[in-house]
């Protein structure tokens, strides 16, 4: 009798420390998953900034003077 609730009781002491072991498991994984998330959104960001410096230095570049005919210059005028 005495070693069937000693059984019993470690059975469930087992149980009890397995539960807890997926607790906190699962938080670290919801944590983890939340930084992965946010270092890829901050790369996102960089990127999306990285290319609209690029964006605005190349039209920065363009002089439109020059790179827009007149009618009267039009190629198929001429």
Known sequence: ???EVRKTAMT??????EMWHI???TKLNLYCGGLQE???IKRLETTLT???I???GSVGDVDLSKNILS???SVLGS
């Open 54 to 56: 690029a964006y605005c």
């Open 50 to 52: 990285e290319d609209e």
């Open 23 to 25: 607790v906190a498991n």
């Open 38 to 40: 946010v270092r890829e």
């Open 1 to 3: 009798m005495v070693w």
């Open 71 to 73: 009618p009267s210059m």
């Open 12 to 17: 469930i002491r087992e149980g009890v420390d």
